[in-house]
């Protein structure tokens, strides 16, 4: 592999114009240089009418049945049907749609080591030797499952993308080995079998990935990438408390032949945590992360390798965990991510969106024990989806919901004891959640505006 590394100085910091703009609180508009030449087709789903951003008026262009002129029947929005994927006990699961309205998951997966029903203890025994990454596929209502990678430690923090053809692709971390290395890993079935690549060796901690394939194939993982230039550092593989420390918010590009790149987004020690990743319809690349010391700070970049603007959304208090971003058909941001409660305990799931041209920032809700992960999806009526868990309250998944009134939460399952995934994809929620019974997968239909005239019918 060539490991090339672009790294981008000028544009790691905000700009001294944009610290001024970001202390009174408008942070859009330091940097508008990223080009918008699509990298896409301008029509995506081969509908025949282009993107929105590629200056057409198709306001889905990842659903070919949504266009001008397109029948809309008026539906109704939910409720939630919850179906098992798997009883296997399991993790950090991911989720993705792909053609034909085929669903996909992507877990970590340990070996059944009761009888029944699974208990937490259970999880936990096996959880330093055995987990290993399982993908599921749901076709005509029935699930199927394989394994995609046998090798021990690995599954945690798993990402999933699905191409044009009906490939999965997903991102994993595998506990370390013996050597603190291959921590980052990518699997994908593209070559009719599953393969599984180490797309940078010399990464010894990915943490949380976030993944983006494009429909020739070629794929973008998002991930922390810390460098140990110096041996003796191995005694903080983590590269938590040795600042400074070569560490970086990474992509990991391959193109379309299979072959990676390394590109550092911004560097710095407590870069690189919990990125969130997602591409808009002309294809450039949107992510929002968490800077955690000395501020924490909630940050968001945008553009595509070799050239990035970067900016804070917030800085007051202690902000930006637990990202998750959208694009929205007209190009407009929203995230969500966590605040720490100023009081001292629990944290606050926020949302955050530059939609009308300034970001805009609101609570979602106030809960004492959040795990650490939120999504958002935006829908073509223009309503924002937030989902998140609350341990505290029965383990449950809890989705909130932007209305005129504010915002709206329900809780979709209880019980829910480990990772969650949410995608919004051909006219419905798609999340899979982990239990202590298993996989579940939620499906939740959306009142669709499939003729692009703003409102459903
Ligand atoms: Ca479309
Ligand atoms: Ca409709
Ligand atoms: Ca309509």
Request: hydrophobic share 40%; proline share 6%; charged share 25%.
């Given at each position: 592999m060539?490991?090339?590394?672009?790294?981008?100085?000028?544009?790691?910091?905000?700009?001294?114009?944009?610290?001024?703009?970001?202390?009174?609180?408008?942070?859009?508009?330091?940097?508008?240089?990223?080009?918008?030449?699509?990298?896409?087709?301008?029509?995506?789903?081969?509908?025949?009418?282009?993107?929105?951003?590629?200056?057409?008026?198709?306001?889905?262009?990842?659903?070919?049945?949504?266009?001008?002129?397109?029948?809309d029947?008026?539906?109704?929005?939910?409720?939630?049907a919850?179906?098992?994927?798997?009883?296997?006990?399991?993790?950090w699961?991911?989720?993705a749609?792909?053609?034909?309205?085929?669903?996909h998951?992507?877990?970590?997966?340990?070996?059944?080591?009761?009888?029944?029903?699974?208990?937490?203890?259970?999880?936990?025994?096996?959880?330093?030797?055995?987990?290993?990454?399982?993908?599921?596929?749901?076709?005509?209502?029935a699930?199927?499952?394989?394994?995609?990678?046998?090798?021990?430690?690995?599954?945690?923090?798993?990402?999933?993308?699905?191409?044009?053809?009906?490939?999965?692709?997903?991102?994993?971390?595998?506990?370390?080995?013996?050597?603190?290395?291959?921590?980052?890993?990518?699997?994908?079935?593209?070559?009719?079998?599953?393969?599984?690549?180490t797309?940078?060796?010399?990464?010894p901690?990915?943490?949380?990935?976030?993944?983006?394939?494009?429909?020739?194939g070629?794929?973008?993982?998002?991930?922390?990438?810390?460098?140990?230039?110096?041996?003796?550092?191995?005694?903080?593989?983590?590269?938590v408390?040795?600042?400074?420390?070569?560490?970086?918010?990474?992509?990991?590009?391959?193109?379309?032949?299979?072959?990676?790149?390394?590109?550092?987004v911004?560097?710095?020690?407590?870069?690189?945590?919990?990125?969130?990743?997602?591409?808009d319809?002309?294809?450039?690349?949107?992510?929002?992360?968490?800077?955690?010391?000395?501020?924490?700070?909630?940050?968001?970049?945008?553009?595509?390798?070799?050239?990035?603007?970067?900016?804070?959304?917030?800085?007051?208090?202690?902000?930006?965990?637990?990202?998750?971003?959208?694009?929205?058909?007209?190009?407009?941001?929203?995230?969500a991510?966590?605040?720490?409660?100023?009081?001292g305990?629990?944290?606050?799931?926020?949302?955050?969106?530059?939609?009308?041209?300034?970001?805009?920032?609101e609570?979602?809700?106030?809960?004492?024990?959040?795990?650490?992960?939120?999504?958002?999806a935006?829908?073509?009526?223009?309503?924002?989806?937030?989902?998140?868990?609350?341990?505290?309250?029965?383990?449950?998944?809890?989705?909130?919901t932007?209305?005129?009134?504010?915002?709206e939460?329900?809780?979709?399952?209880?019980?829910?004891?480990?990772?969650?995934?949410?995608?919004?994809?051909?006219?419905?929620?798609?999340?899979v959640?982990?239990?202590?019974g298993?996989?579940?997968?939620?499906?939740?239909?959306?009142a669709?505006?499939?003729?692009?005239?703003?409102?459903?019918?």
């Open positions: 060539s490991r090339m590394v672009w790294f981008l100085g000028p544009v790691a910091r905000p700009l001294p114009a944009c610290r001024l703009w970001l202390l009174i609180g408008f942070a859009l508009g330091c940097s508008s240089r990223v080009s918008q030449e699509p990298l896409v087709p301008p029509d995506h789903d081969g509908d025949g009418y282009d993107a929105l951003l590629a200056g057409g008026d198709d306001c889905d262009d990842e659903d070919a049945a949504v266009h001008p002129g397109a029948a029947p008026v539906e109704t929005t939910g409720p939630w919850i179906e098992p994927v798997t009883d296997q006990a399991s993790d699961p991911a989720v749609v792909g053609p034909g309205g085929v669903v998951a992507a877990y970590g997966a340990w070996p059944p080591c009761h009888p029944e029903p699974p208990e937490k203890k259970c999880f936990a025994d096996e959880m330093d030797k055995s987990l290993t990454v399982r993908h599921a596929r749901r076709v005509d209502g699930w199927s499952t394989a394994e995609v990678d046998g090798m021990s430690d690995a599954g945690l923090y798993t990402s999933l993308a699905v191409d044009g053809e009906g490939f999965a692709h997903i991102a994993y971390y595998r506990i370390w080995d013996d050597q603190y290395s291959e921590a980052l890993r990518y699997a994908t079935d593209r070559g009719g079998t599953w393969a599984v690549q797309p940078d060796p010399a990464a901690i990915a943490y949380h990935t976030a993944i983006h394939v494009r429909d020739d070629a794929v973008t993982i998002a991930y922390r990438d810390v460098v140990h230039a110096d041996p003796a550092r191995d005694d903080d593989p983590f590269c408390n040795d600042e400074p420390c070569d560490a970086a918010l990474a992509l990991a590009v391959a193109d379309a032949k299979g072959n990676w790149t390394i590109e550092h911004e560097v710095g020690g407590s870069l690189g945590w919990d990125p969130a990743m997602a591409a319809a002309v294809g450039t690349i949107h992510l929002a992360y968490p800077s955690l010391d000395p501020s924490d700070d909630l940050r968001y970049a945008r553009g595509r390798p070799g050239a990035w603007s970067i900016e804070a959304v917030e800085q007051e208090g202690r902000v930006g965990q637990a990202t998750a971003i959208a694009i929205d058909a007209a190009g407009a941001v929203h995230i991510y966590h605040r720490y409660n100023p009081k305990y629990g944290r606050e799931v926020r949302y955050a969106t530059n939609a009308g041209g300034r970001w805009r920032i609570s979602v809700e106030e809960r004492d024990n959040l795990q650490e992960a939120t999504r958002i935006v829908d073509t009526l223009g309503r924002v989806h937030v989902t998140y868990v609350d341990f505290a309250a029965g383990s449950s998944l809890r989705h909130a932007r209305s005129a009134q504010g915002w939460v329900e809780v979709v399952a209880e019980g829910v004891w480990g990772g969650f995934d949410m995608k919004s994809v051909f006219g419905a929620l798609h999340v959640y982990a239990t202590d298993g996989l579940e997968y939620a499906r939740f239909p959306l669709t505006d499939q003729d692009c005239d703003g409102e459903d019918g």
